[in-house]
């Protein structure tokens, strides 16, 4: 399989008087370019006929290519004129020449995280280790085990070692098999499904989809891309007491994948290679959106694309919310 080069484009278009100028950014140039021209584009652009494409700039890593167009929308108007007047003095439209040497981009694969990237457990940390205590009395209220608070404890510090946050790791193990190796000096004899189950009901966790969600992902499939889902679960939770809180979510994605599928937890990069492998593309055709450093070393190690999603923070490498996946993708 040949690998194709996605390049990145932070562009500037103007009005025929160059009295108005826009910034962007974009996958796909050219198709970006006739979305402007054609007036699919609502806005500013379509308002003030901005769509004279007089600057741009190619970039093979996206973050660099928002940063830039960040960076250029708090540049003065003079600045800005004296960027494209250095390059295109007369301020003519490249769009011409740039149809015949910009490609249209792949179809690719859009991979999302979840958890702060889709859906968040309202209220809760990365690390869910100080809520494990009442995990566990509440499977020792339900079953009626009568343990020691010495044997909580255990088992508290027992789950603690395998959170990955506390203790490193990239293998996962099946929730069965830890909570198997956490309950086993409680002597007493479990349906560990239900007590896995009963364990999370006892974190009195909800679930919450961001507002932006389904829209995007329905406006990003009705475009033709394939939506793929991978997400490190909490540990030591089940799949099936995952997928029970993003229930809306599940038909919209094209591929689903878990640190409990793939057997790996980020940053390895197993489900992302799975995904690509599935769908026949190159890892180059993948975009991973995320909003942790170890969904960007995932990304990295791939060797795929990555837009950080930063919710609660104005990162310049990143978007605030995934309704602006439009103008980068």
């Known amino acids: 399989m040949i690998d194709i080069t996605v390049m990145y484009y932070t562009y500037i278009l103007s009005s025929n008087n160059n009295f108005s100028v826009y910034i962007g950014v974009t996958r796909d140039l050219k198709r970006r370019l006739n979305e402007h021209k054609s007036g699919k584009t609502p806005g500013f652009t379509k308002q003030y006929h901005v769509h004279k494409l007089v600057y741009y700039e190619q970039y093979k890593d996206i973050s660099r290519a928002i940063a830039r167009e960040k960076q250029l929308k708090g540049w003065a108007r003079a600045q800005k004129d004296r960027l494209i007047e250095a390059v295109n003095p007369e301020w003519i439209?490249?769009?011409i020449q740039?149809?015949?040497?910009v490609q249209d981009a792949e179809k690719c694969v859009i991979v999302f995280d979840l958890g702060g990237?889709?859906?968040?457990?309202?209220d809760m940390p990365h690390s869910w280790a100080e809520y494990y205590h009442q995990g566990f009395e509440e499977i020792n209220k339900v079953y009626k085990c009568n343990v020691s608070s010495d044997d909580i404890e255990m088992s508290v510090e027992k789950l603690r070692q395998f959170n990955p946050r506390l203790h490193y790791r990239e293998i996962e193990y099946s929730p069965e098999y830890i909570f198997e190796k956490v309950l086993n000096h409680w002597n007493y004899s479990f349906n560990i499904k239900e007590c896995i189950e009963t364990f999370y009901n006892g974190l009195n966790?909800?679930?919450?989809?961001?507002?932006d969600v389904i829209e995007t992902l329905m406006s990003l499939k009705s475009k033709g891309y394939i939506i793929?889902?991978?997400?490190?679960?909490p540990v030591a939770m089940t799949e099936e007491y995952f997928k029970k809180d993003i229930i809306p979510l599940l038909d919209l994605f094209d591929s689903f994948e878990t640190s409990i599928s793939s057997g790996f937890r980020k940053p390895n990069s197993k489900a992302l290679e799975m995904i690509a492998q599935r769908y026949g593309v190159s890892l180059q055709q993948l975009v991973f959106v995320g909003d942790e450093e170890k969904d960007r070393k995932t990304a990295?190690?791939?060797?795929?694309?990555?837009i950080k999603i930063s919710r609660h923070s104005d990162d310049v490498d990143g978007i605030r919310d995934l309704s602006e996946l439009f103008r980068v993708l």
């Open 117 to 122: 990237t889709l859906m968040h457990y309202v």
């Open 228 to 233: 793929a889902a991978f997400s490190d679960l």
């Open 205 to 211: 966790l909800k679930a919450q989809i961001y507002p």
């Open 93 to 95: 439209d490249l769009s």
């Open 300 to 306: 990295e190690n791939a060797g795929c694309e990555f």
């Open 98 to 101: 740039s149809f015949s040497t």
